[in-house]
């Protein structure tokens, strides 16, 4: 319950801000992708300001998650190869039961 009280409080504003941005920005600028010959319209694109910050948003959070994501590739190796290291010693653990109650079988009762 706090954390979608905590949601709304954050994010609720958020989206306010954001519509009165893009509200307020709805001229269309023109992006050229030419250094030498700006206004070649073969290389640049026209758009709302908006759309292209939104674009840069998205493809910023993109990169930043591969980024992550790559970086905590050596991680999840590691929770991999202990989780097969566990997994077998469970399976030797269980062995040792078994044959301790083989054996606890075999003993004369008192």
């Not at 954001?18 to 307020?24: D, K, N, Q, S």
């Amino acid at each position: 319950m706090a954390k979608k009280i905590t949601n709304l409080l954050i994010f609720l504003p958020l989206g306010i801000i954001l519509i009165i941005f893009c509200v307020a920005n709805r001229q269309v600028v023109t992006l050229a992708f030419n250094p030498f010959r700006p206004e070649d319209q073969a290389l640049s694109l026209s758009a709302p300001l908006f759309v292209f910050i939104f674009i840069a948003l998205i493809i910023g959070i993109m990169l930043g998650s591969a980024a992550t994501w790559l970086n905590q590739a050596k991680y999840r190796k590691r929770v991999r190869i202990e989780a097969k290291e566990a997994a077998r010693w469970q399976a030797e653990a269980d062995r040792h039961k078994n044959r301790a109650e083989e054996i606890a079988g075999q003993l004369p009762s008192r």
